[in-house]
């Protein structure tokens, strides 16, 4: 063995120790992304490719949320740490929706948000989704649902398919959310129009609309919050 992987190995096990004595507490930016790292390119240093993912993306979320074939193109990444990124973002966004399922109430939708964020708010693409609550406003299994994907800069849902699918799985209420690919969380007329037409029909089953939601990928904007519903 030489004296580098001496070095790197070490480096790793170093890196190791300190997150299970005390958690990512003190690790900066790109030690958190070395540690990462480290579970998909098992034999050669880590530092600097880490190092080239913040000074690119910026921080840990601009990584996760960047494209593959962005990631794919920096230096000493290979083919696999790329993959390995996205699915860790995956089960993170994975994790955040089971924590949701477990509250005890979603009453206050602004717990969602941040699952939101990290699901659709980094799309290229406008994606409409519902998230299906009981009686009680606590997240159905497996309750959030895409009902439709669009372009750039539309998303055409249909009331009458919003009400289908809250029939069919069951749900009491309601939580709608969509993204802005352009980066603006403010709603367009066509998003109140939308906003208001959804809520007449589903008056007409019993289901209540609690609020919906615009994500982008750093910001939110609640219709309820703003007196909209």
């Known amino acids: 063995m030489s004296k580098d992987d001496r070095h790197y190995l070490g480096h790793r096990q170093r890196l190791r ?12 930016d790109y030690e958190v ?8 390119i098992p ?8 190092k080239a993912l ?4 910026g921080n840990l ?19 696999v740490a790329p993959v390995a990124l996205k699915i ?4 993170a966004t994975l994790y955040l929706q089971q924590s949701c399922e477990a509250q005890e109430s979603l009453a206050d939708p602004s717990r969602l948000a941040d699952f939101w964020r990290m699901r659709i708010g980094t799309l290229p693409n406008e994606v409409f989704q519902v998230a299906h609550l009981d009686s009680g406003y606590r997240l159905l299994r497996d309750g959030v649902e895409t009902l439709e994907e669009g372009t750039i ?15 069919r799985r069951g749900a009491a ?6 993204n802005h690919p352009n980066g603006h969380a403010m709603p367009s007329e066509q998003d109140k129009v939308l906003t208001r037409a959804i809520v007449l029909a589903a008056e007409t089953v019993g289901v209540r609309i609690v609020d919906h939601l615009i994500v982008t990928a750093s910001d939110a904007f609640s219709f309820r919050r703003a007196g909209l519903l």
């Open 61 to 79: 979320r601009g990584i996760l949320d960047a494209p593959i074939e962005e990631l794919a193109a920096v230096k000493g990444l290979g083919s």
């Open 33 to 40: 992304v070395e540690l990462l790292l480290t579970l998909a």
């Open 17 to 28: 120790e300190r997150f299970m004595k005390s958690g990512i507490e003190g690790f900066a």
């Open 43 to 50: 034999r050669s240093d880590v530092k600097q490719p880490a």
């Open 153 to 167: 800069d539309r998303a055409a849902v249909y009331p009458r398919r919003v009400v289908e699918s809250a029939l």
């Open 173 to 178: 209420a309601l939580v709608l959310a969509h």
């Open 54 to 57: 913040i000074a690119r993306f």
């Open 88 to 91: 860790i973002k995956a089960a």
